[in-house]
């Protein structure tokens, strides 16, 4: 079964300190991964992509993840945080079994930044 | 680009009485949508999949007469919660994608829904 796991509930970082958002997935075959970010009460926002190409992802807000096959790893990685950053991170997997480009979500990791 | 809107925001409703929530891709042409639903503080359940001018694929679970949902054109779908009870109380989030298989997902603002 294909499935998305996000070992933190919870990840604390100082402000201007890297941080990293942990994210390990299990698929049959190669797999397409996405980050969200979920502010309070709001949708998602899609963050980056990983579907081919270069490991490194770069996306939005100056986020980038790090696509790691032996490791089946996709961590979510920002060189230096800010306070706006504290929010609900998701990582997701398609569902490859599917073909209408159904997602499969971690648990969520709740990113808080402090001054 | 790649903007999803969802109306209403937020609505309150008695029991018993049946809520219909809008998801409008505004600048493309979407021809996936999907209906998910959030619990505070967890994750996101997909309800069900929808492609234009077809019948929605519902996931297991879901009950097909309570929640209906209507994809009528390429940039509109719409989730009828039928009937609604306290229950069904929730966080309803849509998305819409170009292509499905490969494209990404953008997702609306959500509508949070209250049944007194």
């Known amino acids: 079964a294909q499935s998305v796991a996000q070992p933190e509930d919870q990840v604390n970082v100082a402000e201007g300190n890297p941080l990293t958002v942990k994210c390990t997935y299990s698929?049959?075959?190669?797999?397409?991964l996405f980050w969200y970010v979920q502010y309070p009460n709001r949708g998602l926002q899609f963050l980056l992509k990983?579907?081919?190409?270069?490991?490194l992802v770069k996306g939005s807000y100056g986020f980038e993840a790090e696509f790691n096959k032996s490791q089946t790893s996709f961590h979510l990685k920002k060189p230096s945080a800010l306070v706006s950053d504290s929010a609900l991170y998701f990582c997701a997997v398609r569902d490859l079994s599917s073909n209408t480009g159904k997602l499969i979500f971690g648990q969520g990791t709740t990113l808080q930044v402090k001054p | 680009g790649a903007v999803v809107s969802q109306h209403p925001s937020w609505v309150i409703c008695k029991s018993g009485t049946s809520v219909k929530i809008e998801c409008r891709s505004l600048d493309f042409q979407a021809t996936t949508m999907f209906w998910y639903r959030q619990f505070p503080k967890q994750s996101l359940m997909l309800m069900a999949t929808s492609n234009e001018g077809s019948k929605a694929t519902y996931e297991q679970g879901v009950e097909k007469d309570k929640f209906l949902i209507n994809h009528a054109s390429l940039t509109l779908s719409t989730l009828t919660v039928t009937s609604a009870h306290p229950e069904d109380s929730s966080f309803y989030i849509c998305?819409?994608?170009?292509?499905?298989?490969?494209?990404?997902?953008?997702f609306g603002p959500g509508t949070r829904l209250t049944v007194l």
């Open positions: 698929v049959s075959g190669n797999p397409y």
């Open positions: 990983y579907i081919t190409g270069d490991n």
């Open positions: 998305s819409a994608s170009l292509q499905g298989a490969r494209d990404t997902q953008y």
